[in-house]
């Protein structure tokens, strides 16, 4: 049975590891605001279906 060798990591350029952040980032705001678009559309749907009794009711 043969045994599998571990791959060899080789060492990433500095300004490829700049380009990889930046992507990474970039990548993590879009979802971000993607989150927060669903959240905000699911908490308008919510306010509509209960509509004004929502904010008759008591406390």
């Known amino acids: 049975m ?3 060798a571990e791959p060899t990591k080789t060492p990433v350029p500095r300004d490829e590891q700049a380009e990889l952040a ?3 980032r970039k990548r993590s705001i879009a979802l ?3 989150l927060g678009g ?3 559309i ?3 749907l919510t ?3 209960l509509g004004p009794a929502l904010f008759d009711r008591p406390l």
Do not use: D, I, P, S
């Open 38 to 40: 669903l959240v905000l």
């Open 42 to 44: 699911l908490y308008l």
């Open 22 to 24: 930046a992507r990474r």
């Open 2 to 4: 043969a045994v599998m």
């Open 32 to 34: 971000a605001a993607v």
């Open 47 to 49: 306010v509509v279906k």
